[in-house]
């Protein structure tokens, strides 16, 4: 591909003559094309995050030209805003999953085995977001990046899921406060599994731990607080303190 100062360079009657000779795109190529646009502000996103995005890096990631980029986008807002909305829509499918899959006989270990569910589905998803964790979660609290519009958007909705699914398994409906307190508890310990943790065994098995324990905390009734030794037993939860 010629570089931008030779494609500057090149004379009007050379582009003109090119562009003739080149064949009408259709609607696959086009998608094609957007996607591409997309992929490299995802890219450009990860190296250098929301504040750091500008047209220039975009098509210098993607190999295009800026009036390609116009054709599909009216700004990088645009781009990046769809990028993470996808991304934040995969962790909500997987979510959503979850609750069409849990059970509805209100046994404790059946209730937070369905939690610890969800929390794997969250550990998979942070799995598959690679490197771009790391920008999305600096930004979380960032009233100017779509981060934490999305963040907003994504808690909603996993909150709604969450009341949803004890329903679904025969316990009362937990307040907002409790539930805001866990996934803003479980938010920040899935990130620093993925960010501060060697990603092994060992840090799951700890961080899950402390997600489970939020939850009995936070959802569990008078009868998961009086069974609390017993109910840690059947989900292996280590209830041992920790280093100082």
């Avoid at 209100?106 to 969250?122: P, T």
């Avoid at 009341?163 to 866990?182: C, F, K, N, V, Y």
């Avoid at 599994?193 to 936070?218: I, N, V």
């Amino acid at each position: 591909m010629p570089s931008p100062s030779a494609a500057k360079n090149r004379t009007p009657a050379l582009a003109a003559v090119r562009g003739r000779g080149r064949p009408p795109q259709g609607p696959e190529a086009q998608a094609a094309l957007r996607q591409r646009l997309l992929d490299a502000t995802q890219a450009v996103f990860t190296q250098v995050g929301y504040h750091g995005l500008s047209v220039e890096a975009v098509i210098a990631e993607a190999e295009l030209s800026r009036p390609t980029f116009y054709k599909h986008f009216r700004n990088t807002d645009e781009a990046i805003d769809l990028v993470i909305r996808a991304v934040n829509d995969s962790l909500i499918n997987a979510l959503m999953e979850v609750v069409r899959s849990a059970g509805s006989d209100g046994r404790s270990d059946h209730s937070f085995a369905a939690v610890e569910a969800g929390l794997n589905a969250w550990r998979q998803w942070g799995e598959d977001m690679g490197p771009m964790l790391r920008p999305l979660f600096a930004e979380l609290h960032d009233a100017h990046s779509p981060a934490s519009v999305h963040r907003r958007r994504t808690l909603d909705i996993a909150a709604a899921a969450l009341m949803q699914m004890t329903e679904a398994l025969g316990r009362l409906r937990p307040t907002r406060l409790q539930i805001d307190a866990l996934l803003n508890g479980v938010e920040y310990l899935g990130y620093r599994y993925h960010l501060e943790t060697p990603r092994d065994a060992a840090s799951w098995k700890q961080t899950r731990d402390a997600m489970l324990r939020l939850t009995l905390g936070l959802l569990g009734n008078a009868d998961d607080w009086g069974h609390a030794p017993q109910l840690a037993q059947v989900l292996q939860i280590d209830l041992a303190p920790h280093e100082h």
